[in-house]
């Protein structure tokens, strides 16, 4: 019999009561029993219980939850998903102040971002047919629906602007016919890609918030927003990754207002997380929520510091984009190792039975 459940008892509800052997001792000592435990000072008007309330340990050494069924590959989507939502924005912003070659960085940046979108949910999802698939069904209710429509709506546009970006570096003997079109549909499609744009950098929050994995749904008000601030941050590095000190000023602002929203909304989300916020600060998920701040933190006062220098902007935009990929992959595994102990699902819903609330999770 293994000694740490022996003399267990019945609680009020019939369950079985898992006492440890140090505490068995304890009352057996003071002359109580497995079964009624003695209570210290009982003719002296004491009423302190030698028998501790007995500590969740595991659910029969099993998992509750089932881990998400999804590799890395989903971890680089959501990444890329926000570079390329994050680039549109800014693309249209830079076409709008006469940026041209901000413009440029962010359109391709866009395209080749989504274009890796796509390989990872592709290869996430075994083969294309899949993918095409879920376009036979709209489901308003399934983030997973509503969001392979947004990147739908969204890659078109946003390929068509990138196209428009190469047509414009032609020679100007080739800038007829379909080549002008293309052109003249850069600046609509732009627009169009960038109102779209929001929705992709959200719902990948949304959908995992929208799991029984207790890290992703216990920050479910907050996780879209950090998603979010980790796009902006990331395109906002891309475009001072790549564009001259000259044209970075809106990536510059971009970059720095996403890594304070993200830094901000990461903060509440460990305060609404929690016990399962632990697994933001242990193993591997540890480290990576560790380094995305480093980064991140390092990447904004580097952003702030370089206007004028063209070294120290292309660092802090590639620390910016670093840190976001290290917040998208900590999240994530974060996530994975919270499903794969019951503590995080037993515990929380004792606590909210305690406190008369309904024990599933808040809605």
Not at 14 to 37: D, I, K
Not at 87 to 105: E, F, I, Y
Not at 178 to 205: E, K
Not at 316 to 331: E, I, Y
């Given at each position: 019999?293994?000694?740490?459940?022996?003399?267990?008892?019945?609680?009020?509800?019939?369950?079985?009561?898992?006492?440890?052997?140090?505490a068995?001792?304890?009352?057996?000592?003071?002359g109580?029993?497995?079964g009624?435990?003695?209570?210290?000072?009982?003719?002296?008007?004491?009423?302190?219980?030698?028998?501790?309330?007995?500590?969740?340990?595991?659910?029969?050494?099993?998992?509750?939850?089932?881990?998400?069924p999804?590799?890395?590959d989903?971890a680089?989507?959501?990444?890329?998903?926000?570079?390329?939502?994050?680039?549109?924005?800014?693309?249209?912003g830079?076409?709008?102040?006469?940026?041209?070659a901000?413009?440029?960085?962010?359109?391709?940046?866009?395209?080749t971002?989504?274009?890796?979108?796509?390989?990872a949910?592709?290869?996430d999802?075994?083969?294309?047919?899949?993918?095409?698939?879920?376009?036979?069904?709209?489901k308003?209710?399934?983030?997973?629906?509503?969001?392979?429509?947004?990147?739908?709506?969204?890659?078109?546009f946003?390929?068509?602007?990138?196209?428009a970006?190469?047509?414009?570096?032609?020679?100007?003997?080739?800038?007829?016919g379909?080549?002008?079109?293309?052109?003249?549909?850069?600046?609509?499609?732009?627009?169009v890609?960038?109102?779209?744009?929001p929705?992709?950098?959200a719902?990948?929050?949304?959908?995992?918030?929208?799991?029984?994995?207790?890290?992703?749904?216990?920050?479910?008000?907050?996780?879209?927003?950090?998603?979010?601030?980790?796009?902006?941050?990331?395109?906002?590095?891309?475009g001072?990754?790549?564009a001259?000190?000259?044209?970075?000023?809106?990536?510059?602002?971009f970059?720095?207002?996403?890594?304070?929203?993200e830094?901000a909304?990461?903060?509440?989300?460990?305060?609404?997380?929690?016990l399962?916020?632990?697994?933001?600060?242990?193993?591997?998920?540890?480290?990576?929520?560790?380094?995305?701040?480093?980064?991140t933190?390092?990447?904004?006062?580097?952003?702030?510091?370089?206007?004028?220098?063209?070294?120290?902007?292309?660092v802090?935009?590639?620390a910016?984009?670093?840190?976001?990929?290290?917040?998208r992959?900590?999240?994530y595994?974060?996530?994975?190792?919270s499903?794969k102990?019951?503590?995080?699902?037993?515990?929380?819903?004792?606590?909210?039975?305690?406190?008369?609330?309904?024990?599933?999770?808040?809605s």
């Amino acid at each position: 019999m293994d000694p740490r459940r022996s003399g267990s008892g019945r609680d009020a509800g019939g369950r079985r009561r898992v006492v440890p052997e140090e505490a068995l001792m304890t009352q057996v000592q003071h002359g109580g029993s497995p079964g009624n435990p003695r209570r210290s000072g009982g003719g002296r008007g004491g009423d302190r219980v030698m028998v501790p309330e007995a500590d969740f340990e595991s659910y029969y050494g099993r998992q509750i939850v089932k881990p998400a069924p999804w590799e890395h590959d989903i971890a680089i989507y959501l990444f890329t998903g926000g570079v390329a939502a994050g680039s549109s924005l800014l693309a249209a912003g830079a076409d709008l102040t006469g940026r041209p070659a901000l413009r440029r960085v962010a359109r391709f940046g866009s395209l080749t971002s989504l274009l890796v979108s796509v390989g990872a949910l592709v290869h996430d999802l075994g083969k294309p047919s899949r993918f095409l698939n879920m376009l036979r069904v709209a489901k308003p209710t399934s983030p997973m629906s509503v969001g392979t429509w947004i990147l739908s709506l969204h890659g078109p546009f946003a390929g068509i602007a990138a196209a428009a970006e190469i047509s414009a570096m032609l020679p100007a003997r080739w800038k007829r016919g379909p080549v002008r079109l293309l052109l003249a549909l850069g600046r609509p499609a732009g627009i169009v890609g960038a109102l779209t744009a929001p929705p992709v950098a959200a719902y990948t929050g949304v959908l995992l918030s929208d799991t029984a994995t207790p890290a992703w749904h216990s920050a479910f008000k907050e996780i879209p927003f950090v998603f979010c601030g980790s796009a902006a941050a990331a395109s906002g590095g891309l475009g001072l990754l790549g564009a001259p000190v000259a044209e970075a000023g809106p990536a510059r602002a971009f970059a720095v207002g996403g890594a304070l929203v993200e830094l901000a909304t990461e903060q509440q989300m460990e305060k609404s997380m929690g016990l399962s916020a632990e697994t933001l600060h242990q193993g591997r998920p540890g480290r990576l929520m560790r380094a995305s701040k480093a980064l991140t933190v390092a990447g904004a006062l580097g952003a702030l510091a370089g206007r004028r220098n063209r070294v120290v902007s292309a660092v802090s935009g590639a620390a910016l984009m670093a840190g976001s990929l290290c917040t998208r992959l900590g999240v994530y595994e974060a996530g994975i190792a919270s499903a794969k102990d019951p503590k995080y699902t037993v515990v929380p819903q004792r606590e909210r039975v305690d406190r008369g609330e309904p024990v599933r999770y808040r809605s």
